[in-house]
């Protein structure tokens, strides 16, 4: 295919541009994945922890109540 100079740097800028967006949208849902995923993993502990220590349950809902009122 042959481009007239000026139109291959459009198609070139065009390109990258897609590219970088493609990058960052790519990193952003990755690091909210990480994100959620880590939040459940801890309300899962904190749940499992009061769950299991009868003693800590007050402390643990208290810390449920509070990360839900943050959600």
């Known amino acids: 295919m042959v481009v ?3 139109a ?8 990258g541009a897609t590219v ?11 690091g909210f994945t ?3 995923v880590v939040v ?5 502990v904190v749940v499992v922890v009061g769950t299991a220590n009868s003693g800590t349950s ?4 208290s810390r449920l109540s509070s ?3 943050t959600w």
């Open 20 to 30: 970088v967006v493609v990058v960052v949208v790519v990193v952003v849902v990755v």
């Open 34 to 36: 990480v994100v959620v």
């Open 4 to 6: 007239v100079g000026g």
């Open 67 to 69: 990360a839900k009122d």
């Open 8 to 15: 291959s740097v459009v198609v070139v800028v065009v390109v």
């Open 58 to 61: 007050v402390l643990s809902d």
């Open 40 to 44: 459940v993993g801890l309300t899962v």
